[in-house]
């Protein structure tokens, strides 16, 4: 099986920690050069000095907000102009919870500019170079609620599939010239955000972050919470050679809770 990406270049959003972390640590182990992304310079050198360069690697960072899209487009316009990114992880932090029913506008058009927008603002920057190299892997990093919606997290679950169906339009656009499109889909992972909701949901229950983690396990098949490496070995996976004839799909990790095929 062909895992090897070295001389691979790779974009990863949301970088400085979580899943973003855990899989630019992936794609360096796999041979590739990673540019990490995040709004953290001290958090992104941290990271940095994670990386495996065994393998000759370069790696770097920039510092970025995707709250802010014109800045993000200037600072990877000026990157990409260097170099062709082969491979690009979108990724970043999940809207604030709480019903559909009872979200503001705003928090929808805040949500949609963070994720949709940003993405598609990246997939542009690099495609052409995606295009000239002949290899292309957009892998978008998302949630579960894409197939069965999460409660409590209503903002989160509409835009997340409507970043879902992006990438299945992309996946035939982009078909034709070697790029594929794929979303992953992590469940509960063991991240700062996990920790948030349960201390959100305890709060509200009167109940313990400790006996919400329980209540999440007893949902999971596998009865434990993921750890962020376990989602970043399929995203790598996907990034590779060997899975060049996979495109298009959403691919659940998490213990086999969603219940929906």
């Not at 691979?8 to 899943?19: D, E």
């Not at 979108?90 to 919870?97: F, I, R, V």
Request: glycine share 12%; charged share 15%; hydrophobic share 40%.
């Amino acid at each position: 099986m062909n895992l090897n990406l070295t001389g691979k270049n790779a974009l990863v959003g949301g970088s400085s920690k979580g899943i973003g972390r855990a899989v630019a640590i992936e794609l360096a182990l796999l041979g590739a050069n990673v540019t990490l992304v995040s709004r953290s310079p001290e958090r992104l050198s941290e990271a940095l000095a994670e990386l495996d360069t065994s393998q000759g690697q370069q790696h770097d960072f920039l510092v970025a907000d995707f709250a802010d899209p014109a800045d993000l487009h200037k600072k990877v316009h000026g990157l990409v102009t260097g170099k062709p990114i082969h491979i690009l992880i979108n990724n970043t932090g999940g809207p604030p919870g709480g019903p559909a029913s009872q979200a503001q506008v705003g928090e929808f058009l805040q949500a949609f500019n963070n994720h949709l927008i940003c993405n598609h603002t990246l997939m542009q920057l690099v495609v052409p170079g995606m295009k000239a190299e002949g290899f292309g892997r957009i892998i978008n990093i998302i949630s579960t609620s894409v197939k069965q919606p999460i409660e409590g997290l209503g903002v989160s679950n509409t835009i997340r599939g409507a970043v879902a169906n992006w990438a299945k339009t992309l996946a035939t656009e982009l078909g034709p010239h070697g790029i594929t499109v794929n979303n992953v889909l992590p469940g509960s992972t063991m991240t700062g955000r996990l920790e948030e909701i349960a201390t959100a949901n305890a709060a509200k229950t009167g109940g313990s972050t400790e006996a919400i983690f329980e209540h999440w396990m007893k949902e999971i098949p596998l009865r434990r919470i993921a750890a962020p490496s376990e989602v970043a070995a399929a995203v790598a996976f996907l990034a590779s050679p060997a899975a060049s004839y996979i495109s298009g799909i959403n691919l659940p990790v998490d213990g086999g809770r969603t219940k929906s095929l």
